[in-house]
């Protein structure tokens, strides 16, 4: 790795000129051109050879050159430089201290020919990546040519978070690490990070890192049934979203904190939060019908999932046909126990339940198996499928790891 930032001194020379060398093996095997050609008129073979494996750093007219025949109009101007460095860190900023950088994608899919053949050639790769779910190209041939910051941000991308920790203890940092754990079900790993998280977010004044934390240190607790821990997080996240004006927040907190209560069957109490901040998005109206379905409203069941067919799917993980399939099945499973009062004995529930599940346990969270777990098992004993109901309850032990 380079000790210091690909960015442009102001004589509008290049520090990184060893992620110039990596591009242009790169691009150039890319276009499928051996050394010979792309470097004829321009340097020896065994030059560009050494420029490519990072033995030499080049001069930077040599390496202008042959990022030209390649196609490439490098931009290096200092005011470009000293704009675009400006801009980025801003945005570094803003992710570190646990701010919203959704607007940031569009705005590098918009710049990429300029950021994507400059010096922050990296940042914007990094950034890509974080902001759109995958790279645009392999990332790990530039290794070499990260400094430090875009190589911690590489291992959080990577999740290879014992090393990145040992090398940062930045509060944002210990919150990814948590919420890693936290989605493979090792609630109590995600605790201890996400504690740790909330105390040097606490030293670094990063309210949006401490909310955070208690965000999931609420999901957390509520998925081991110790919902006075639960409430207390919670509430203190829905307090901070409150100042900070985060309305998007305050009801994604408030779902969660509903869901918890249902999960435990504090349906009167899930029903009152979820009433009190009302949310456009499918999943809000999903545990909404189950509210009412456990109440006895059945025109109110029927309602919601009405409503729930038409509003927004955005809280469930994965692909959009992913998310709309398990969804639907999930809806499904509501409306077969209204309709059906020998629900239990449908041949088509029974077939959608245990899908879901097959399809939960590959896609999503532990949660989601956790909370429609005692359907399955209801299921399971109702039909006499006692060793199905065992493998099952082990599978809840053995994956609720706290």
Request: hydrophobic fraction near 35%; aromatic fraction near 12%; proline fraction near 3%.
């Given at each position: 790795?380079?000790?210091t930032?690909?960015f442009?001194e102001?004589?509008g020379?290049?520090?990184?000129r060893?992620?110039?060398?990596?591009?242009i093996?790169k691009?150039?095997?890319?276009?499928d051109?051996?050394?010979?050609t792309?470097?004829?008129?321009?340097?020896a073979v065994?030059?560009?050879?050494?420029?490519?494996?990072?033995k030499t750093?080049?001069?930077?007219?040599?390496?202008?050159?042959?990022?030209?025949?390649?196609?490439?109009?490098?931009r290096?101007?200092?005011?470009?430089?000293r704009e675009?460095?400006?801009?980025f860190?801003?945005?570094?900023?803003?992710?570190?201290?646990?701010e919203?950088?959704?607007?940031?994608?569009?705005?590098?899919t918009?710049?990429?020919e300029?950021y994507?053949?400059?010096?922050?050639?990296?940042?914007?790769l990094?950034l890509?990546w974080l902001t759109?779910?995958?790279?645009p190209?392999?990332?790990?041939?530039?290794?070499?040519?990260m400094?430090?910051?875009?190589?911690q941000l590489?291992?959080?991308?990577?999740e290879?978070?014992?090393?990145?920790?040992?090398r940062?203890?930045?509060s944002?940092?210990?919150?990814?690490?948590?919420?890693?754990?936290?989605?493979?079900?090792?609630y109590?790993?995600a605790?201890?990070?996400l504690?740790?998280?909330?105390?040097q977010?606490?030293?670094?004044?990063?309210l949006?890192?401490?909310?955070q934390c208690?965000?999931?240190l609420?999901?957390?607790?509520?998925?081991?049934n110790?919902?006075?821990?639960?409430?207390?997080?919670?509430?203190?996240?829905i307090?901070?979203?409150?100042?900070l004006?985060?309305k998007?927040?305050?009801?994604?907190?408030?779902y969660?904190?509903?869901?918890?209560e249902l999960?435990?069957?504090l349906?009167?109490?899930?029903?009152?939060h979820?009433?009190?901040?009302?949310?456009?998005?499918?999943?809000?109206?999903?545990?909404?019908?189950?509210?009412y379905?456990r109440?006895?409203?059945r025109?109110?069941v029927q309602?919601?999932?009405?409503?729930?067919?038409?509003?927004?799917?955005?809280?469930?993980?994965?692909?959009?046909?992913q998310?709309?399939?398990?969804?639907s099945?999930?809806?499904r499973?509501v409306?077969?126990?209204?309709?059906?009062?020998?629900y239990?004995?449908?041949?088509?529930?029974?077939?959608?339940?245990?899908?879901?599940?097959q399809?939960?346990?590959?896609?999503?969270?532990?949660?989601f198996?956790?909370?429609?777990?005692?359907?399955l098992?209801?299921?399971y004993?109702?039909?006499?499928?006692?060793?199905?109901?065992?493998?099952?309850?082990r599978?809840?032990?053995?994956?609720?790891k706290?």
């Amino acid at each position: 790795m380079t000790e210091t930032g690909a960015f442009c001194e102001s004589g509008g020379d290049i520090v990184n000129r060893r992620l110039q060398g990596i591009l242009i093996r790169k691009r150039r095997q890319a276009a499928d051109w051996s050394q010979e050609t792309l470097c004829k008129g321009i340097c020896a073979v065994s030059y560009l050879s050494k420029i490519e494996q990072g033995k030499t750093e080049g001069s930077s007219e040599v390496l202008l050159l042959l990022l030209r025949r390649l196609g490439i109009h490098w931009r290096e101007e200092p005011e470009f430089c000293r704009e675009t460095s400006n801009w980025f860190e801003e945005w570094y900023d803003r992710l570190f201290s646990g701010e919203s950088i959704r607007e940031l994608g569009p705005a590098l899919t918009q710049r990429q020919e300029e950021y994507g053949n400059s010096p922050f050639f990296l940042d914007w790769l990094l950034l890509s990546w974080l902001t759109e779910g995958s790279p645009p190209e392999d990332v790990r041939d530039f290794v070499p040519a990260m400094d430090e910051r875009q190589y911690q941000l590489y291992l959080r991308l990577t999740e290879r978070f014992q090393e990145l920790l040992r090398r940062s203890d930045r509060s944002y940092f210990l919150l990814e690490a948590g919420k890693r754990f936290f989605w493979q079900g090792e609630y109590g790993d995600a605790i201890v990070y996400l504690q740790r998280g909330m105390d040097q977010a606490y030293r670094e004044r990063s309210l949006n890192i401490i909310m955070q934390c208690c965000i999931f240190l609420g999901n957390c607790f509520g998925n081991l049934n110790q919902l006075k821990q639960a409430r207390e997080h919670y509430a203190d996240a829905i307090r901070m979203a409150r100042s900070l004006g985060r309305k998007d927040l305050m009801e994604v907190i408030t779902y969660n904190l509903a869901t918890t209560e249902l999960q435990v069957g504090l349906t009167e109490d899930a029903l009152y939060h979820l009433l009190s901040t009302p949310w456009n998005e499918a999943m809000y109206f999903h545990k909404l019908a189950i509210c009412y379905e456990r109440l006895g409203k059945r025109e109110k069941v029927q309602q919601a999932l009405e409503q729930a067919q038409t509003a927004p799917l955005k809280a469930l993980p994965g692909t959009p046909d992913q998310a709309r399939e398990v969804f639907s099945q999930m809806c499904r499973l509501v409306q077969l126990r209204l309709d059906d009062s020998n629900y239990l004995k449908n041949p088509e529930y029974g077939r959608i339940l245990q899908a879901y599940f097959q399809n939960t346990k590959k896609q999503l969270p532990m949660s989601f198996v956790r909370f429609h777990a005692g359907w399955l098992d209801e299921w399971y004993v109702a039909n006499r499928q006692y060793q199905q109901a065992h493998e099952f309850i082990r599978y809840i032990f053995l994956n609720n790891k706290i």
